[in-house]
């Protein structure tokens, strides 16, 4: 399942959507409660400056796939700084995809348990998420290309929905426009690049297009498509309740769809959250396929499904210990920004070496 073949490709199209993917998960409902804390209306401004990250991660997969079309990163790694310490820094790359996993577990099971299965245990929530998710990772990278590209084709009206009910609250919310100063939109425009980070993804998985002579049109494409909907989110949450209420809910985006009536639909919510539910298993998939490569690569003789069945309790049980939603953002909130730093020096050595030794 992890070597390359035929049958084992992505058109560039589905790459679009993995990168998509690989970027939109939990993060979106909560995304403007943190960030109008800092940017406060001006926070969707914050959003776009802050694609600075995730198009800086794309230009660098670009620069070292032109050089490399058919290596990734954990070649790379070796070729240049040796099998040691290659691996070493392979197994540190893996880590954010794993923390950033485990937190998108627990999260889905926190609002679900809130907003609808509130029969259910997190326990329970937690291991049908994990099973699902890496038995669809398993299946392999063209199955998640595929799986991507329809998700995104069926969640995209639930996401354009408010525009229906515009309406119901004022622009008025989103004014005085550059209001909360130019410093505190910087500010905000680092928080928002943490919510950015998963792109790395692309790293490992580019010599599997099919038309590497679209890597660059289809990774910018994928980098403002998902773009363009986080600042959609923000925009319209502050739109609906001004920045007073956003930065008092933990899911802003998620309230927001309560002005939503559409005849015939009861709470749009709960067909919302269904939807969402799609986008995240979807991002799970992505997370645990990338968890598992790497891990691969470091254990070349160990057979896959060993590895699947070795880190599914695993990852059942360190998402446990993140199912107090607090705690959750409270942790994220420390090791991300550590994370950012590492696959940017990362990345960045990578594509230097590339340069000087290619």
């Not at 070729?79 to 627990?106: E, M």
């Not at 997190?122 to 890496?134: F, H, N, R, Y």
């Not at 919302?272 to 986008?279: A, D, Q």
Request: glycine share 6%; charged share 10%.
């Amino acid at each position: 399942m992890m070597s390359k073949s035929k049958n084992e490709s992505l058109t560039p199209s589905q790459f679009i959507f993995v990168i998509y993917g690989s970027l939109l998960g939990i993060g979106f409902l909560a995304f403007p409660n943190s960030l109008v804390k800092i940017s406060q209306q001006d926070a969707w401004i914050s959003t776009i400056i802050g694609v600075i990250y995730p198009l800086y991660i794309s230009l660098m997969c670009i620069y070292i796939s032109k050089k490399y079309p058919n290596h990734n990163i954990l070649f790379l790694s070796k070729k240049y700084f040796g099998n040691f310490l290659g691996n070493i820094l392979n197994l540190l790359f893996c880590i954010p995809f794993i923390v950033i996993g485990l937190s998108l577990t627990s999260g889905y099971a926190n609002i679900m348990l809130v907003y609808s299965t509130k029969f259910l245990t997190p326990l329970k929530l937690i291991i049908v998420i994990t099973a699902v998710c890496l038995y669809s990772s398993y299946k392999g990278i063209s199955l998640i290309g595929k799986i991507c590209e329809i998700i995104f084709y069926i969640t995209l009206p639930f996401l354009l929905i408010p525009l229906l009910t515009l309406k119901k609250s004022s622009i008025l919310n989103i004014f005085p426009i550059l209001g909360s100063g130019i410093t505190n939109i910087l500010k905000g425009s680092i928080d928002t690049m943490y919510s950015y980070i998963g792109l790395e993804f692309i790293l490992l998985i580019h010599p599997y297009m099919n038309d590497k002579s679209k890597l660059k049109s289809s990774s910018l494409i994928g980098v403002f498509l998902t773009m363009l909907l986080y600042v959609w989110i923000v925009f319209i949450t502050i739109y609906y309740f001004g920045i007073d209420v956003t930065s008092k809910n933990l899911w802003p985006f998620l309230a927001a769809l309560e002005i939503i009536d559409i005849p015939m639909i009861n709470n749009f919510r709960y067909f919302f959250i269904l939807s969402w539910s799609f986008l995240l298993f979807r991002c799970l998939t992505i997370y645990h396929f990338a968890i598992v490569y790497i891990l691969k690569d470091f254990m070349k003789k160990t057979d896959v499904k060993k590895i699947y069945f070795f880190i599914f309790p695993i990852f059942v049980f360190l998402s446990t210990f993140l199912t107090n939603e607090l705690t959750r953002r409270n942790f994220l909130g420390k090791v991300t920004p550590i994370m950012v730093i590492f696959l940017v020096i990362y990345v960045s050595s990578i594509a230097l070496l590339v340069r000087i030794k290619g």
